[in-house]
């Protein structure tokens, strides 16, 4: 497969990775975590073009297309069922594809959606034969809490900054008084 500006890298994470394994600490896995979140993926799926003939109010009858994807499964023998995504095409390559699975370009929010959305998956893996990362469902749960934690944090201090530039001044209940002066 030609090297082009379209192809999905992750050296970067692959890295973190390797460094998070050699040493496991808060500021390792959060380099994972930050660069994974980053990141877009080859996930192996089916595309059917399923086409249907679909009747409007008034009756009449067209056809519409309403693809339709299946994305392949891994299993391990205690944790459970996964969806593999890979960091590349050469990582991709290397799965066994005997039922025509097709590379699939995904970003990890969608990838994490899909899983949230699939009830007998126990989460995902990041190159399943060799890195083998797990992101299991509870872990893209606390994820999702954090970022949105985070996003609040980021509002509340944009909208304090706003105030602040308006000539008002606000402190928190925890600080002392709660009101806007």
Same mark, same amino acid.
């Given at each position: 497969? $030609?090297e082009n500006e379209n192809a999905i890298r992750n050296d970067e994470l692959l890295e973190a990775i390797d460094a998070m394994?050699?040493?496991?600490?808060?500021?390792?896995?959060?380099?994972?975590? +930050?660069?994974?979140?980053?990141?877009?993926?080859?996930?192996?799926?089916?595309?059917?073009?399923?086409?249907? =003939?679909?009747? !409007?109010?008034?009756?009449?009858? #067209?056809? /519409?297309? #309403?693809?339709?994807?299946?994305?392949?499964?891994?299993?391990?023998?205690?944790?459970?069922?996964?969806?593999?995504?890979?960091? !590349?095409?050469? $990582?991709?390559?290397?799965?066994?594809?005997?039922?025509?699975?097709?590379?699939?370009?995904?970003?990890?929010?969608?990838? $994490?959606?899909?899983?949230?959305?699939?009830? +007998?998956?126990?989460?995902?893996?990041?190159?399943?034969?060799?890195? +083998? =990362?797990?992101?299991?469902?509870?872990?893209? !749960?606390?994820?999702?809490?954090?970022?949105? #934690?985070?996003?609040?944090?980021? @509002?509340? @201090?944009?909208?304090?900054?706003?105030? /602040?530039?308006?000539?008002?001044?606000?402190?928190? $209940?925890?600080?002392? /008084?709660?009101?806007?002066?």
């Amino acid at each position: 497969m $030609a090297e082009n500006e379209n192809a999905i890298r992750n050296d970067e994470l692959l890295e973190a990775i390797d460094a998070m394994r050699a040493d496991f600490n808060v500021q390792t896995q959060s380099k994972v975590i +930050n660069l994974a979140l980053r990141g877009t993926y080859v996930v192996p799926a089916i595309i059917n073009k399923n086409t249907q =003939l679909i009747q !409007d109010k008034e009756n009449h009858l #067209k056809f /519409e297309d #309403k693809p339709q994807a299946k994305f392949m499964l891994v299993k391990h023998k205690t944790n459970g069922t996964f969806f593999p995504v890979f960091t !590349d095409s050469e $990582a991709f390559e290397k799965l066994q594809n005997n039922d025509g699975f097709q590379p699939v370009r995904m970003k990890f929010s969608d990838i $994490a959606q899909l899983t949230e959305q699939t009830p +007998n998956v126990a989460g995902f893996v990041i190159n399943p034969m060799t890195t +083998n =990362l797990p992101f299991p469902k509870a872990m893209l !749960d606390q994820i999702k809490q954090q970022l949105i #934690k985070h996003r609040q944090q980021h @509002e509340a @201090e944009k909208a304090k900054e706003q105030a /602040e530039a308006q000539g008002i001044t606000m402190t928190s $209940a925890s600080e002392g /008084e709660g009101s806007a002066e």
